[in-house]
């Protein structure tokens, strides 16, 4: 039996912040107290002690394989680079979002999701792994081979999410058709003459695969007990879609009418915390805040900047201030794990996995001092 016990720590529980204890037996959290602290306790200085992030949509590993345009990296060594970052962040659960994204016209744009899995794999039976990392499959729902390429990865690998996704031009993320040529143009390094032949190929693949390919993946996520996932719904017609396949979570919707009618149907709404924290969308969409002021906001997910995560659930706090911190806090640690079934953490309780992170604030910047997984130091 180990024991573990950290003092002195303003503890943000689901629905209150006090001034206390917890105690941790065997990776559990065995006690919170507010009265006599137990002998040996680890003083915590009267820094915050939140629950281990939970992040739902990351493809943050996919920047560390290909660093730059043309340049791919060693997976094994992306996905450790990844890892600790993801530790250093507070984030002790992250589901890899990997592409499965046929897509051989563009380098780059490809998924990638075997490869990192393979190292996923590799990282874990060498015990170099400081964050739980569980899988979330990103399907680009136009594509020719999506289906065929997911069920051959759920047929040897464990999947807990499976996202719908759908990149044509001139809707949902990408309402016009430029706005699709100059970001993928500026991401990928692709010339423009390359990009008339991808606008052309994926406004052919929508109209020949779609409709098809999204009934499949839906039929596919269901079989494997996958949480469905739906991404940059627009319009009504997208939710209404989003309801009818069993949809959970609400991704990055993109307009305000899309992530309201997604809220009352019981979806989780998810909004990126770098959209919170840089004041706005970066490509001109509806913004995490305004959502959150309308009580429309249920996650948030780290996306491309895993420190964006702890730094968006206290700058929730303070610039809404009726949401207050507990259910800032709430935003990225138990809503999360709840709606992707992980009911053994994401909250300061008795029971819980002791996922703890220690922070401090540099002015109005949370800064993750400590990390612990299952009461096993990891940051």
Sequence with gaps: MTEQHFANARLVLAEEVVTGHVSVRDGRIAAIGTGAVPAGAEDMGGDYLLPGLVELHTDHVEGHLHPRPKVRWNPLAAVLAHDAQIAASGITTVFDSLRVWPDRKAVGMDGDAPVLIGALKEARAAGTLRADHLLHLRCEVPT?????????????????????????????????????????????????????????????????????????????????????????????EHVAEAIGDGVAIAEFPTTQEAARLSHEAGIRVLMGAPNLVRGGSHTGNVSAEALARAGLLDILSSDYVPSSLLWAAFDLARRVPPIGLPRAVRMVTKTPAEVAGLFDRGEIAEGRRADLVRVTLAGDMPVARAVWRQGLRVA
């Design 144 to 236: 020719d081979t999506v289906v065929e390429d997911a069920e051959a990865i759920l047929a040897t690998t464990g999947v807990q999410l499976i996202s719908l996704m759908d990149h044509t031009p001139g809707q949902r993320q990408f309402a016009s058709v430029e706005q699709f040529r100059s970001y993928y143009m500026k991401k990928s390094a692709i010339s423009a003459e390359e990009m008339d032949v991808i606008v052309a190929a994926r406004l052919d693949f929508h109209d020949r695969f779609a409709r098809e390919n999204r009934a499949g993946l839906v039929a596919l996520a269901h079989a494997h007990g996958c949480v469905v996932a739906s991404h940059d719904d627009a319009t009504p």
